[in-house]
């Protein structure tokens, strides 16, 4: 079938016979993709994970029966389309009636004939396939009469309606769903319907406008009504409304402003141009026509930048064109601030819109469609008014009015994606003094400067403003760590250190910055803009020139963290990371078989820091492989120490994402060995998935050549990542290590226990070993016993203990091993 059809179509396999599914599976070759399962459960889970065309379903299995799965299914909205043939060795006819009354729609016999099952097979696929062709032209039809501006109805010659575009009851508040079959003077009001009915029996013209109100508000609609003389079953009308209201105010608007003149704004259509997967021309509007210059004959299939030519008219430069953007990422993209459209006659128009992706049945992107419409007359009044209403006259920035606007927008977009927005409101120390001293002009002249050097400063994502004689605001908006605002206020000051050069000489200047979060200091743009307020005169009041939170807690976290930042490094430097070991133990001989290695640090004090407080900033400030590389080297070091007294007791060293992307790990790894003379199949490297995710062909090169060498590989955190079997065997791993929330859990959690034996048992099937983390209760250690587990880690046993207990801890397990089945703990 993949020969007929551009759709991959998939066939599930049901038999609990295998030599039955062997035979299936070569009958159908090449005409799907095969999934398979041995019984009515497994059938059921295939089912939902693969959405399969046609099931091959055997009647007689132990577990379900082929007749209940098949009622299962058709009983199931996102199942019930798949074609189900049941095959049984019985030929009563019966059976037969039982199978097709449970909704399948064919029944094959065994032993199986495979020219005829083939046939079957074949021919429901290649009804299956043309089903979906036919669903992807309806897609394509509807997908361009929804993006169009306009709604579009059908009725019959009574005023039914039968079909309408608006899904959602943006019109008139009645949806597509909720209009079908019922009558016009239910669904419109009335004074539209009487127009409506008035239009349809006057001959043919141009659209007329009509105006009604809806919800007490006038509305201005052009109405097209095309009456259709079908056989007398078929006949009614098309009826089709734009929405004219806005442009409608905006000629009230300027007739308003230009009495004398008397202008009237043209009431415009919307431009519809569409295209084909590679961005060509596929079909242009009368309106599209007009504002681009090209017939739609003369435009078919050119690339869609050389008809629809688009520019910006400030930079009057080219613009990234959105089409390409919306043909490779399947959403909608609007066209950019300050767009116009140059005609092939020269005309150049300000235009607004949108391109969005269509796509196909599988997701794919067919083509794109753009809608815009002309705002010459729109963006001449509103550009005025803009700069007017919400720009410093002096700078050209954004003033206070749009501050709050912008501020309160970033506040919204914070709460919804869970970071944080900062507000700095940046004030210049002792500039009264310069504006009297110099003169106002000077003073001016000093302002426009300060504005372009925070120009420089700004990135993409943040807003300046002028908000007062001598202030400047900045709002950050998506701050995940208060250090960037921290950065960005450090950068401000650095900014002012050189001095400025005015007419009069040069001009040392500097600036106190107050900042405010939200929403740990407020959630309310008033809020802000007084803490950040309150921050500011606190800067000034301790010597100007500097910044503050306005938080205490917000500065103590930074304190925090800068405190963090200087103790990896010294710590790093000084070589002082300290290696703790936590033992791991055979569960069913009462002995230590390994040893997991675990950084940890001090603070000034001597109290250890949680490895979950130092990690990631170590990750952040890209020193995790030098931390990665002393931890190794220490436990290698340490582990040669046991090693004449514990022979069979290997050392295991977590390994970092930025280490085993690293192309030269390996002879990193191989150098410390030969350092500390650690044979290399005593030690056992630990790695997560989402760690060779990141670089998956150098992470397998890496692997493969430190197995190649004798180190054991190990699998940390199984079950919280991507947990893929592909993994499994695209890397050579020797160990999976379940993750203690599992472990932890899985006495008063189905789904945790469930992980926990799948694992075990996962293992088990590729001769892996298992070991689970964080094995705390005696009930925990007897499940993870009955279930077959080897060996395993956890507070139960010991807790991580410097290298000199662990040495004592060791000879006294050792000692005490007499006494089977008793295992130590600390």
Known sequence: MRTDTQYQLKVLLVDDDEGTRLILADTVKGLADVIEADNGETALQQARLHKPDLILLDISMPDLSGIEVCEILKADPELEHSVVIFITASESEAAETLALASGGIDYLTKPIRIENCRLKVKNHLQICAQAKQTALEHQNLASIISSLPVQVTYWTRDWVNKYSNDLDGDWFGHSAENMSGSSIDNLLPARLVRLIRRVATQTAGAAPEISYLQNGSERHVQVNLLNLHHDRSGAGYLLTFVDITSLKNAERLLQQKNESSNVTLKVMGEGVISTNSEGRVTYMNPVAERLTGMTPLAAYKLPVEDVFILGNRLTHGLAEHPVHSALKRQNVVHLASHSQLTSHDGTVYPVEGSVASVLDSNGNITGVVVVFHDVSEVVAISDKMDFLTHRDQLTGLPNRILLQEKLGNAIAFADASASKTALMLIDLDNFKYINDSLGHTQGDRLIIEVADRLRTLVEPRSTLFKTDGDEFSIVVPYVYEVSEVERIAVNIHDLMDSPFTLTEGECNLSVSVGISIAPDDAIHKEDMVRLADVALFRAKKEGRGRHCFFSNKLEDALLSRHTVEQLIRTTIKNR???????????????????????????????????????????????????????????????????????????????????????????????????????????????????????????????????????????????????????????????????????????????????????????????????????????????????????????????????????????????????????????
């Open 576 to 826: 002082a990371f300290e290696v703790h070991y936590q033992p791991k133990f055979s569960l069913w001989e009462s002995r230590i078989v390994g040893v997991e290695a675990l950084v940890r640090m001090r603070d000034a004090d001597g109290n250890l820091i949680p490895p979950g407080e130092f990690i990631p900033v170590a990750e952040e400030l890209n020193l995790i492989e030098q931390l990665g590389e002393q931890v190794l080297e220490t436990a290698c070091n340490d582990a040669s120490r046991w090693l004449p007294d514990h022979p069979e007791v290997s050392i295991a060293v977590n390994v970092s994402a930025a280490q085993i992307s690293k192309t030269d790990f390996a002879e990193i790894v191989t150098h410390t060995l030969g350092q500390s003379s650690l044979p290399p199949e005593m030690l056992e490297l630990e790695v997560t998935e989402s760690a060779l995710m990141q670089n998956i062909d150098t992470a397998q090169a890496i692997i493969e050549e430190l197995h190649n060498q004798g180190i054991v590989i190990a699998l940390d955190d199984f079950g919280t990542g991507y947990s893929s079997l592909t993994y499994l065997q695209r890397f050579n791993i020797d160990v999976l290590k379940i993750d203690q929330s599992f472990v932890a859990h899985m006495g008063n959690n189905k789904d945790s226990l469930a992980i926990v034996k799948n694992v075990i048992s996962l293992g088990r099937s590729l001769n892996l070993r298992v070991c689970p983390e964080g094995i705390e209760t005696q009930n925990q250690l007897n499940e993870l016993v009955r279930m077959g587990c080897e060996i395993g880690q956890g507070y139960l046993f010991c807790r991580p203990l410097p290298i000199a207990d662990l040495l004592l801890f060791m000879e006294d397990v050792k000692s005490n091993s007499a006494n089977e089945g008793d295992l130590y703990f600390i």
